[in-house]
């Protein structure tokens, strides 16, 4: 009997609560938002480390267009090696100092909930910038390119660009694939296998080293060193006997740049070579014919609408979304808002960057 006693009072402790709790965090009940916040408020910008060049320009026009704006802001990065606990201390200090919203370019994508939780028992509004935050209903927002279309216009240049050098298959591939603790990684790498599978399947394409799976291509951290090593590899085994590599897909431009070094060191010729970001070095490459492909993510675009949430927010408003269905972070759908990303070649590159005062240039 006063074990079914404290069962019962054990489950109202847990109804309470979840009442509480409720009450507090509900989607449609953040009373401190709906009221707004004052109009210099603090917002707080944890971005990861500097993998890829657009996270430097992100920082620069964070604390430009945040100013600007009439906000204060507090702009960090992740450091090169302990990632993790510096973006985890970064967000506390953000919290500390009453930041209303608390912008997030997730580092590790698992590891942030206890941080998240935080910001939102403080009142502070989390959007997730780029990279989805997984496993906490703690996210209210996520802004990013539509990743999953970014794979796919990857995968489909990687084809395209086999088929204009070599009319008939099959053509033989390697797929890399970028840091595991990354949520965009996977939605990449399945955005290029819904283009690719049917071409493996019918053995138009085959991937050498039959390395397929998204563990299996890999690339710790985003790093250069890591992709490099990876592709000289494969070169030592799959391709040592004289096989022809055809193409390789990889996620982004500094990766490109390494896998294009390797194939040079090892004096093989140029396989057709996928990217993103736009990177100076990867934009001048493909003019020269060298890397095939990159994506345009206009950084200047992202920074500005995830400006324009927090403005939604300062006023009591609700930011606008246009997807609230493909990010599932595992306890919730984040209502996220997408920009469509450009697959930029040799051939349009003049045109994609008609806009971009430092890569117009580059392809005059
Ligand atoms: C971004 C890419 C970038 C990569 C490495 C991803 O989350 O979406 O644009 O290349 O991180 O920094």
């Known amino acids: 009997m006063r074990r079914l006693t404290a069962a019962v009072a054990a489950a109202l402790l847990v109804v309470s609560a979840a009442a509480c709790s409720s009450e507090r965090e509900g989607p449609d009940n953040t009373a401190d938002t709906a009221k707004g916040f004052a109009a210099d408020a603090l917002i707080g910008v944890a971005l990861p480390s500097k993998t890829s060049e657009n996270w430097v320009l992100a920082g620069d026009l964070f604390t430009n267009g945040l100013t600007e704006a009439g906000f204060q802001s507090d702009v960090q990065y992740a450091g090169a090696s302990t990632t993790v606990a510096d973006q985890q201390a970064q967000i506390t200090a953000m919290i500390t100092k009453g930041a209303k919203v608390i912008v997030i370019g997730a580092t590790d994508a698992a590891q942030l909930s206890t941080q998240v939780a935080q910001a939102k028992q403080s009142g502070a509004v989390v959007i997730a910038y780029d990279r989805l935050i997984t496993n906490t209903p703690d996210v209210d927002y ?29 053509w033989t591939i390697e797929l890399f ?3 595991p603790d990354d949520n965009n ?5 399945n955005g290029a296998m819904d283009v690719l599978k049917p071409a493996i399947a019918s053995g138009d394409v085959v991937v050498g080293s039959g390395q397929t799976e998204v563990k299996q291509t890999a690339t710790q951290g985003w790093k ?20 022809t590599l055809d193409g390789v897909l990889s996620p982004n431009d500094t990766l490109a740049r390494a896998i294009i070094t390797s194939v040079k060191s090892a004096g093989k010729p140029l396989p057709i070579v996928t990217g993103q970001d736009s990177e100076v070095e990867s934009v001048k490459s493909i003019m020269a014919g060298e890397q095939y492909s990159t994506i345009n993510k206009d950084t200047r675009k992202l920074v500005a609408e995830t400006i324009t949430m927090v403005k939604a927010l ?32 040799k051939a349009n590159a003049a045109e994609a960057y008609a806009n971009d005062p430092k890569l117009a240039p580059l392809t005059k």
Not at 234 to 243: M, P, R, V
């Open 314 to 345: 300062q006023t009591g408003g609700t930011p606008t979304v246009n997807d609230t269905k493909s990010y599932d972070n595992g306890v919730k759908v984040v209502p996220a808002y997408l920009l469509p990303p450009v697959i930029v070649t």
């Open 185 to 189: 990684s996977g939605v990449f790498f």
């Open 224 to 243: 250069a060193e890591n992709a490099q090593s990876r592709m000289d590899s494969l070169l030592n085994s799959t391709y040592a006997g004289g096989k």
């Open 177 to 179: 694939s970028g840091s």
């Open 142 to 170: 996520y802004i990013a390119f539509d990743n999953f279309e970014v794979g796919r216009l990857q995968g489909q240049a990687l084809l395209d660009g086999m088929k204009a050098k070599k009319a008939t298959g099959p």
